[in-house]
């Protein structure tokens, strides 16, 4: 059993961290999380498990949120949530009891990538099975479901695309997150961290899903484009050099 106070928890997180948070993680994701991280440590949990009890957890809630039942879909609603505070709580954990590493940073990332794979599939197959519009017409479901697997395909290929560029960028990782940062900065504040979470739960009791969808197929379609037109260009201008 760890012995590490809240208060140690809240200061083990540096200051750059916080100003890179989303507004929605930086002021009700990382207070949440705070609790939740010293409760796990109290318990003797690793930061890694709760990593990967995550991601868990938010496939179990892609499976309900896509049910017909909207009881259960609710509850998938409010575990994408619980996700999204242990996310910040794994992190916490492992700066507050000084065990930060690359393979802490791995198993963060594997949770992240499980998220933003289920969550946009399950809001496409959900928005499908359910009304998804306030119009009278509607799409077939099956538009649905290839918007919501366009949504996700397009969010990891952006994301690996940037990871691959800031491991070979000559200017350094530092240089390579401040060439995007303003699309860094959307990701954060509309995404899994940001307002995604809390808006699939009021679209799902409001009935605007489809809605969701749209806006998320569009916002990492095009932001995908976007991000390879920069990323190509930055890589030819220095392959030019050499």
Known sequence: MTHISMKEIRDSLPEEKNRADSLW?????RPLSVPVAWLCLRWGLRA????YLSAL?????????????????????????????????????????????????????????????????????????????????EPKGNVWVLLGGVAAASNILMRLAFQSYRNIAPEGKAEAKKSIGLEKLLSENLGVTGVLMPALFVALLAGGLGYIMIFYTVFYGLGCVLVLLKL??????????K
């Not at 993680?25 to 994701?29: A, C, K, V």
């Not at 709580?89 to 963060?108: I, Q, S, V």
């Open 48 to 51: 890694n498990i709760v990593s």
């Open 232 to 241: 190509i260009r930055k890589v030819e201008h220095v392959s030019r050099k």
């Open 57 to 137: 957890i938010c496939v179990f809630a892609a499976l309900l949120f896509g049910s017909a039942s909207l009881g259960w879909a609710i509850i998938g609603a409010l575990l994408f949530n619980v996700f999204a505070v242990l996310d910040c709580a794994d992190g916490n954990m492992a700066r507050a009891t000084g065990t930060t590493g690359p393979y802490g940073a791995w198993a963060d990332a594997i949770g992240g990538y499980v998220a933003y794979v289920t969550v946009l599939l399950s809001l496409g197959y959900a928005a499908a099975v359910r009304n998804a519009l306030f119009f009278a017409w």
């Open 25 to 29: 993680t930086r002021y009700i994701l």
